[in-house]
């Protein structure tokens, strides 16, 4: 859920990158956001659709002009139909690209980097004693 409010609080930004699963997740509660409105709104109120639709235009643009940096492409791309689509499944760019760091290596804010696992620690220990 968080990368769905994240790009709500990144509406008018088209710098930067995202990756694949920031913008899926935002696709993928749009989607319910829909269906649970087509199934739970009356008939006759058919206008809270149309504007779900409008107010979700803005950050749709901003998350798919990222995912087109991500795979260092330009975001003009997301205005080709079925490329978008093909270039949306593609990983993104190890690394950094012209657009900016690869949104993977950072590590998201609250979030503490994993910590190694204590059997390879171990594993390494018994094998600098063989050497001694």
Request: hydrophobic share 40%.
């Amino acid at each position: 859920m968080n990368s769905y409010f994240e790009v709500w609080s990144k509406i008018s930004d088209y710098s930067g990158r995202a990756d694949r699963r920031e913008f899926w997740m935002f696709y993928l509660y749009n989607t319910i956001i829909l269906f649970a409105s087509a199934i739970f709104v009356r008939p006759d109120a058919p206008d809270i659709d149309i504007v779900f639709r409008l107010v979700v235009v803005l950050p749709t643009l901003a998350v798919g002009t990222r995912r087109m940096h991500d795979i260092n492409h330009r975001g003009w791309w997301i205005l080709v139909p079925i490329v978008n689509f093909v270039f949306a499944c593609i990983a993104g760019t190890p690394g950094a690209n012209r657009f900016g760091a690869d949104p993977k290596s950072l590590i998201p804010k609250g979030e503490l980097p994993s910590k190694p696992d204590s059997r390879r620690a171990e594993d390494d220990q018994g094998h600098e004693e063989e050497q001694l």
